[in-house]
């Protein structure tokens, strides 16, 4: 990124993958752009710091890292300059610096690529569910609240179609493009009071494309991982389920983390399973346990198929922003009423492009062949007359 | 370490302060305490500082622009009369030196050579005797001249077009370095370090370039330039015009004042702020250390930016 060439051991901030070029401006960076207080500004050195801070002094979840990038903005990992970085991403970062270094500035790239267009897209999406949300009685299952921010991820949608494909999970941990089911899977009513943690990611299977709320469905249809509640593996069916057919026998894939754990072998580094549990309660409270009721509120379960399919890229562009979205920002009204990760998301998404227009600067003296003096001698205050000279 | 001519939020205001905005500020070469303040009201002022007093006071038939002291006894000014004069602190008497075609927009003396040097709108660099009244020559220049400093043997000439002259004063016939600004806009003022190793200048871009003047590659690698005195209202950055810069004479940082009422203390070296004070009122249009360090004068007045108020 830098000038320079790289140089493998030149410190890296791992939140928003920068380099410095030495361990005392990285961690001046660390706290002026990770761990700032998003209420009082002050400036903390680490994460846990920073959610320590607001919970005590503001009574506010902090749930997001400032300023990351997609899959690195959990609290969850106490880093302080280098120190604390997974090692996963340690030994990831090594390799792209030795392999050419492009991924780095791909992922970049893809931040950015979220066009106005596509901004506005998403934003009228955002509008339409909202209508028929408020048309439709919000869902109230526990599951629902903890999916909107998922979705992006891609992977665990691919479920429904394919079953447990383990072999699908860890090479594409975002992005996967969203694969529905050809049957909605409902997921139960009822509600599992508490889910694996890892779940979240399914309930866009979880919904009928087609928006229908899930209390009056029957449970047949329900996803895999969505069966053993509080954690059970899926042998042991949850009594009203039926697993769909597609399913292996309950066995967790190899190198599936038991459920209701955070799996740390998904993806390819902690990065994006560790930034999944944090992040869709994101406005509120701890990240797992019990999808607080409100967030059932708006989740997908309106948006239809073809919807989606900017969902992935919103997924990418938005985590940064979004943080800040619905905490710094109070002025997005929509965020405020609607927590659900979605509603987050798009709100982020009109926020990105807000951040460059500033960039628009105006001279306040714009006259760049006269000076301001030369013009300020032509008033006639200042009118000198050669003849009067003594 | 803030004296200061308008109203200051810091330090301390002095009495009898100009009655139009301030064009120049200059403290004395070896009196701490002695400053010469040129105004748009055709006035140059003396003032005592510590006492608060206004010691003298000039008054010439148009705007003064500029000012500087040659000895602690001496100090010259220029302005829209074309004139430039020579006045004595200590009798108040005054005499011209010489004129230019145009208004004689910046006035230098050389420690080094006692020779006075003025710049001005006539597109000339004059070079002057100020004990004998003689005119040493005139250099043609190939823009305007806005602003000058000089320092040791070596006067740097900044013009429009972005145009930057250094000129070696036993030789001004000779254009030792024609150089354009790092930056993309007009030269608002430029200023020599103390060390003679280069000089700052501060554009209408806000932004301040630091150069060197040794033409070595790896000097010339270590300038660069730097944005600063912008403000972001309403999304919009208001990017205001640095009039002003001062190096402190012993540390080797500077001081700059912009249109927007800021001033900031820079350590050049090590390129990082030191100092943001808190906005003055209006513009920031003169900056001057004194002698020893120890003071900051600071000329609060609006320059113009946005054309005749009030």
């Not at chain 1, 920068?18 to 660390?30: A, N, S």
């Not at chain 2, 020779?115 to 660099?125: C, I, L, N, R």
Request: hydrophobic residues 30%; charged residues 20%.
């Amino acid at each position: 990124m830098g000038k320079k060439k790289r140089q493998e051991d030149k410190p890296w901030c791992w939140y928003c993958d920068r380099e410095f070029d030495d361990e005392k401006v990285l961690i001046d960076h660390q706290r002026i752009k990770h761990f700032k207080c998003l209420e009082c500004n002050k400036k903390l050195n680490t994460a846990g710091g920073m959610v320590v801070h607001m919970q005590q002094v503001h009574k506010q979840t902090c749930t997001t890292v400032a300023g990351a990038i997609p899959g690195r903005d959990t609290v969850d990992i106490e880093i302080f300059g280098m120190e604390g970085i997974p090692e996963a991403d340690l030994q990831a970062h090594i390799e792209k610096l030795s392999g050419g270094g492009g991924s780095g500035k791909r992922k970049k790239v893809d931040i950015g690529a979220l066009t106005p267009d596509q901004i506005q897209r998403q934003m009228a999406e955002f509008k339409k569910q909202q209508q028929q949300m408020a048309s439709a009685p919000p869902p109230q299952m526990g599951m629902h609240g903890m999916q909107p921010p998922q979705a992006p991820y891609g992977m665990p949608m691919q479920y429904p179609s394919q079953g447990y494909p383990p072999q699908g999970y860890p090479p594409q941990p975002y992005g996967a493009p969203p694969q529905y089911g050809g049957r909605p899977f409902m997921p139960p009513q009822g509600g599992y009071p508490l889910y694996p943690p890892y779940q979240q990611g399914m309930p866009p299977q979880g919904y009928p494309p087609q928006g229908m709320p899930p209390q009056g469905m029957p449970p047949q249809g329900m996803p895999p991982h969505g069966m053993p509640p509080h954690g059970m593996p899926p042998q042991g069916m949850p009594p009203q389920g039926m697993p769909p057919q597609g399913m292996p026998s309950g066995m967790p894939p190899p190198g599936m983390p038991p459920y209701g754990v955070p799996p740390p072998q998904f993806g390819p580094g902690p990065g994006p399973n560790q930034q999944w549990p944090p992040r869709p309660p994101m406005p509120f409270l701890p990240p797992r346990p019990t999808p607080p009721p409100q967030m059932g509120g708006t989740p997908p379960p309106s948006r239809s198929p073809s919807q989606y399919e900017p969902a992935p890229f919103d997924g990418y562009s938005q985590p940064a922003p979004q943080m800040s979205a619905p905490m710094s920002t109070p002025s997005a009204p929509e965020s405020a009423g609607y927590s659900n990760g979605a509603a987050a998301d798009v709100c982020a998404a009109a926020a990105v492009p807000a951040a460059p227009a500033k960039k628009t600067g105006q001279l306040v003296y714009s006259d760049n062949e006269i000076s301001v003096e030369e013009k300020r001698a032509l008033h006639p205050k200042y009118a000198y007359q050669e003849s009067a000279s003594a | 370490m803030a004296g200061a001519t308008g109203t200051a939020p810091l330090g301390f205001e002095l009495a009898n302060s100009p009655t139009d905005g301030i064009s120049a500020l200059a403290f004395s070469p070896d009196d701490p305490e002695l400053l010469l303040a040129a105004s748009w009201d055709k006035k140059v002022r003396l003032y005592d500082v510590n006492a608060d007093l206004l010691r003298s006071e000039w008054t010439h038939k148009a705007a003064v622009l500029d000012v500087c002291f040659s000895t602690a006894s001496q100090c010259f000014s220029v302005g829209l009369d074309r004139k430039l004069k020579s006045m004595d602190v200590n009798t108040s008497a005054e005499r011209i030196v010489g004129s230019h075609e145009d208004a004689i927009r910046c006035v230098v003396y050389g420690q080094q050579t006692g020779q006075v040097m003025t710049g001005s709108w006539d597109k000339h660099v004059g070079v002057w005797d100020p004990r004998t009244n003689a005119s040493l020559g005139k250099y043609t220049q190939p823009e305007k001249v806005f602003s000058m400093d000089v320092v040791d043997y070596t006067l740097v000439v900044a013009m429009a077009g972005r145009t930057i002259h250094v000129y070696d004063v036993r030789n001004m016939k000779e254009t030792l370095q024609p150089r354009e600004s790092a930056m993309k806009f007009m030269t608002r003022t430029v200023r020599c370090m103390p060390n003679g190793k280069g000089f700052v200048t501060g554009s209408i871009e806000g932004r301040v370039a630091v150069e060197y003047f040794d033409p070595a590659k790896e000097s010339q690698a270590k300038k660069y330039a730097f944005k600063c005195h912008r403000q972001t209202m309403d999304d919009i950055e208001q990017i205001y015009a640095v009039n002003a810069v001062a190096f402190h004479p012993k540390f080797g940082t500077f001081a700059t004042g912009g249109s927007d009422g800021v001033l900031n203390l820079w350590d050049g070296n090590n390129r990082k702020r030191l100092r943001s004070y808190p906005q003055y009122p209006t513009g920031i249009s003169a900056l001057a250390f004194n002698c020893d360090g120890s003071l900051l004068a600071v000329a609060s007045s609006y320059t113009f930016d946005e054309g005749e108020k009030e």
